[in-house]
């Protein structure tokens, strides 16, 4: 089993939904239930990556190679380094917390509904562990079709609008993508005399800048509208207004972070040239600084909650970016961090929006107010979630964020000083949201007989709590997966960047020495 326990956890949601499509539709609790059973599974195979993981080894680990169109240089290649583990495990916690949400909200084409989620879960988690561009393109494509469905057939008034934009700018990014990846492929033929999609192969090419720059930007659209990054995130509030709440939870938690990952495991070590030419890390920081500072003030406008939440996506998500073009090790180790923090506060944040609109049928904040009075347990959690979203300290969002600062202090101070206020105005939305819908007096006499959380709701949010407590409490483990994979990265972009460290590290103690003698 340990030889192939990447392609079980890959291909466990894949069987269960299989198994699904032999149950008769009109065995709706069944049908729960299996898609709840298969997704647990997923959930539980994937936990021995984490108990089998090598902290000391920076390379891609649990690989499974073999051929697959040989005649195209394609080939099953899959593998796991510590960016793509962390990615792994939220993936799975993320899809079994979404479908067990979904319970009771979803009642129609239930059999469907569970498919789609399930055949999302093998999409996601191919995306993070292929090692073959083809494969991974293919994952990477696999990923739209059932977010088209989930938004297009379960969603809201709007649902056909915000299920076609968001496939047609996905769709557009990933053909400009799949033109970068050809690009890659033909070169390495120029190179070597063969044809070969392998990220490993890839990496031996020797490319101009000019060509390396022509690659960047062509992953940069696809990747960019993925994430969203500024300008190109007007798909995400109007997909996550009209998807159903376990579509937002998956959307924002894991969907938002393949355009991340990607810069991460192909942009940077692929096209070092390019990812570190100035003026290309210029505009990708001052993009990144924009959309926290924009998401942020968007976000305080709103009058909707859960776009109030989409948009805070934007701004969360700015801070990831900015830490990957800082191109150092806190700022790349901070953002895949903060990427995981995100999915976490943000995934309940959806939740707690998913709870509410499941009893009053209104995402309206003014509609709300004092649910504090009737929900106390309710209240908690999202006071727990709004303060993990707002980087309080010993919660998961601190230790990211302050990380990303670093990094970004490290790279710039101005932009440091500009990403801070992003810190201050989500504080800024976050409290005012709670406020005006937790606190004060029962404006609405139709709140005041709300019940509050079931088990099955607090069984939803507890897993999601534990990881924000750990990883405030606790993120050395989390640090300790990262450092090999996050080091080889920035040595790769940056030759000698750990030796000139070392050398002024060493400078900076015989200074200090020569003080203290002095004295």
Not at 268 to 278: G, K, Q, R
Not at 406 to 423: L, N
Request: proline share 4%.
């Amino acid at each position: 089993m340990s030889n192939h326990l990447l392609s079980i956890v890959l291909f466990t949601p894949l069987a269960g939904m299989l198994i699904l499509l032999l149950i008769p539709a009109a065995q709706k609790n069944l049908i729960r239930i299996w898609a709840n059973v298969a997704a647990f599974a997923g959930f539980l195979v994937s936990l021995p990556l984490w108990v089998h993981f090598d902290r000391g080894n920076g390379g891609f680990q649990m690989v499974e190679r073999g051929d697959w169109i040989p005649a195209l240089g394609v080939k099953y290649n899959i593998g796991i380094d510590g960016v793509s583990l962390l990615l792994v495990l939220l993936t799975t916690l993320t899809g079994f917390i979404a479908i067990l949400s979904s319970w009771n909200a979803v009642d129609r084409h239930e059999k469907s509904y569970y498919a789609m989620f399930l055949l999302q879960q093998t999409g996601m988690i191919g995306v993070f562990v292929a090692l073959d561009f083809f494969l991974f393109y293919v994952f990477w494509e696999v990923v739209l079709i059932p977010m088209y469905f989930i938004i297009g057939v379960w969603g809201g008034p709007r649902k056909l609008y915000a299920a076609i934009k968001f496939f047609m700018y996905t769709l557009a990014g990933s053909v400009l993508m799949l033109l970068g990846i050809l690009t890659l492929y033909f070169e390495h033929f120029n190179q070597f005399n063969f044809y070969t999609f392998e990220i490993s192969e890839l990496l031996k090419l020797n490319l101009p800048l000019g060509i390396q720059q022509w690659v960047f930007w062509a992953f940069f659209i696809g990747f960019a509208i993925k994430v969203p990054m500024f300008p190109f995130h007007t798909w995400l509030p109007d997909a996550h207004v009209e998807a159903p709440t376990a579509g937002s939870v998956i959307l924002a938690s894991v969907l938002l972070k393949m355009g991340t990952y990607g810069f991460i495991r192909f942009s940077l070590p692929l096209l070092p040239n390019a990812s570190i030419d100035p003026w290309i890390v210029q505009t990708m920081a001052v993009l990144s600084i924009v959309a926290i500072i924009y998401g942020a003030l968007v976000s305080l406008m709103q009058e909707d909650w859960k776009k109030l939440v989409a948009y805070s996506s934007v701004s969360h998500l700015g801070f990831c970016t900015l830490g990957i073009f800082s191109l150092n090790p806190n700022g790349i180790a901070g953002s895949v961090l903060q990427q995981i923090n995100h999915g976490i506060s943000t995934g309940m944040l959806f939740l707690i929006v998913g709870v509410v609109y499941e009893r009053r049928h209104t995402r309206l904040i003014r509609d709300y107010g004092g649910l504090a009075h009737v929900m106390p347990n309710f209240a908690f959690i999202f006071a727990f979630a709004m303060l993990s979203s707002a980087g309080l300290p010993l919660l998961n969002g601190f230790i990211g964020e302050f990380t990303i600062l670093q990094g970004a202090f490290e790279a710039s101070r101005t932009w440091a000083a500009f990403a801070v206020t992003g810190v201050v105005l989500g504080a800024a939305y976050l409290l005012w949201v709670y406020q005006r819908t937790m606190l004060g007096q029962i404006t609405n006499a139709k709140n005041r007989l709300l019940p509050d959380l079931s088990l099955r709701e607090w069984a939803v949010f507890l897993p999601f709590m534990a990881w924000a407590l750990w990883i405030g409490i606790y993120p050395k483990p989390y640090f300790d997966v990262l450092e090999k994979p996050v080091a080889q990265l920035v040595e790769r972009v940056r030759p000698g960047y750990f030796e000139a460290q070392a050398a002024r590290a060493q400078a900076a103690l015989i200074d200090s020495g020569k003080e203290t003698t002095l004295r």
